[in-house]
DNA sequence: GATGAATGAGTTTTCATTCAT
DNA sequence: CATGAATGAAAACTCATTCAT
């Protein structure tokens, strides 16, 4: 019998073993000998489990997401205000623990923005939902709970657009000294018009 | 005097004779090679006039924004109510006339989140910068006609986000159907707010 | 000994489960990959039995060429003359039936044409001579049945030579629109020689 | 100005630099790296004047071929009988002086029949037809002379074809002990049948 | 100042072969 | 015996950059 392997732990072991190379370079920098080499295996063998880069990021992904999601979770049940919700949710765009995370997600929009595959853009949509999904549910729950008005859940679209375009000027321009701060007052202002007026 | 006039004129020239050639390939995908025959010029010209290809696109951007200026402020001059203007001034996510100005943007944009140079980013802020007083500017002068509140002035940066974002989501995720439709209810939305009721 | 004979059997089936793609590819084109799991054995197991990827073919050709030999002797045996019999024979080249044996073949050639080796040529020459053997003894009972004269004996080296002659020039060259055609014309021709006169 | 170079001189340079090469080895066994290296230009140089390795190989043989014809018109016109003229003609497969050319030949004709490319196709279409014409002018000679009958030109094919065969017999198999000897034995049992007698 | 020929480092990709299980 | 995971050498090809003219 030959080696069995698992395939799926096999993928994961390679991604997770250059995931800092990721974190520091644009895929497009990358080369496959470099990352073969970090993984500790031969170039083929990047071959015998991802088709290209891309794949590999999106393992890496995958599986960060995942503790991420655990923390975020956690993070969210101390929370016991709405607004006090989305402000952790958000957090996700300044915060010091995902700092990897989102230099991968960097990387997904801009080849998203530059040379788009399908599989690329599944990908983002995938995700871009749940956490849409997500969100909505906070929001959702506020309204339930009476602390926000029932016209807030058309808010969220805003808020998450506000959020990512913040974001994104925080990387591609000076103009953002301070993301958090930016971040927080805009959704203070939202919840300004969200809140319930006792 | 005259040389550099002239020198700047070339550049110009240069810049403009690949323009569509921008506007369908991403700067990663263009070629020296490509962009110099496109130009009509030798290989060994193009780096007599610019550095690099961002440069290129830079001089593009810079003409094809002065035009599009023009049309914008005489736009803007048919628009009577402070949200009319809003609404023109966010159109250059979604309209048809600046199409190839946005394919440029989106260039930019992924350059700046996967290999940020100083360069760019100044570029990028220069041109946040002005943009954002000018709208600003709009909302300034709804405030002084008495048509919004005082406190939407801090509003202008949350809209400016949340419209960026909202056209990055749909360029990189197929989350947003229609663009159009989601940036004029995001706006019609925050002047619900920013309204003075009468 | 019953192993030696199962060795045997066993190499007979991994080369005919993959004939196919030796009739479609050219052996170059073949990797040891596809061949094993066309076969559905471990690429191991390719070794275990074969040295390279031209044994694989000798073997299918082997198989193939019994089969080839028991039809060509029937259709012959329908044959009275000898020019029909040396007809059936050169349709080789060109028949419906042994198309899979003719693109087997032609990679035979143009192995031994650019990198050949002593196996091949062995190969080669067994087959060959085999055929020529054949059809010289075709001719001779045509002698001695008076169809034919003496010397015909000599023109069967040509004939062969011719047929083959323009069966490479049919595959290497746009110039033989209609090979069958060609064959036995070429045939006719030198039977017109070869007959005895009444 | 840059340097003008007369692109179609430095073609010729190059394949002649490296013919020697070619003749040793088949295409399908050089590497761009060994033909720039033995060429004595750098990689991306052979790429500006050859898109693939086959180009240069029918430079080299449009160079020899030019050559072989001023030799072969020669040698031709210092034959005064037709039959000598036939022989001089068919000893392409043979002679000393063609052993280069013949082993590009065989290069050729086994890409023809392993993979076939369009290109190759038509070159060899080209040679051949320009071959067989020039044979079928001699025989036309002949037959004008009065020393072939005139059925005699229906016999050019075979001619042709049947030296193919032999000469591809004498490569791929280890039948054809002297080629030189068959080939003239069989233009003369044609000859024998072409002949006027008188 | 303009040119474009030359370059070679660097990249992706393939695949025969080995060998631990 | 059979397997198939791992490998790395080798190949094709690209392209920014230089520099002689």
Not at 70 to 97: A, C
Not at 162 to 171: C, K, M, P, Q
Request: some cysteine; aromatic content about 10%; charged content about 30%.
């Amino acid at each position: 019998m030959a080696i069995i392997v698992d395939k799926e732990q096999k993928k994961r072991d390679i991604a997770l073993a250059c995931k800092d190379l990721f974190f520091q370079n644009s895929v497009k920098d990358l080369s496959i000998s470099t990352i073969a080499a970090t993984a500790g295996v031969g170039k083929g063998t990047i071959y015998n489990y991802f088709n290209n880069k891309e794949e590999i990021l999106f393992e890496i992904v995958n599986v960060l997401l995942r503790d991420h999601d655990i923390v975020k979770r956690e993070k969210l049940s101390r929370e016991s205000t709405t607004k006090g919700k989305i402000k952790v949710f958000s957090d996700f765009f300044y915060n010091e623990e995902d700092l990897e995370l989102r230099e991968l997600y960097k990387d997904f929009v801009a080849i998203s923005l530059s040379s788009p595959s399908k599989e690329i853009k599944d990908f983002q949509t995938n995700h871009a939902t749940y956490y849409h999904s997500w969100m909505k549910g906070i929001v959702q729950e506020g309204i339930e709970k009476n602390e926000i008005t029932p016209e807030s859940i058309n808010l969220v679209q805003t808020i998450c657009a506000a959020n990512e375009g913040l974001f994104i000027a925080s990387v591609s321009t000076n103009r953002i000294e301070n993301l958090e701060r930016e971040i927080n007052l805009h959704i203070d202002a939202m919840f300004n018009f969200m809140e319930r007026k006792k």
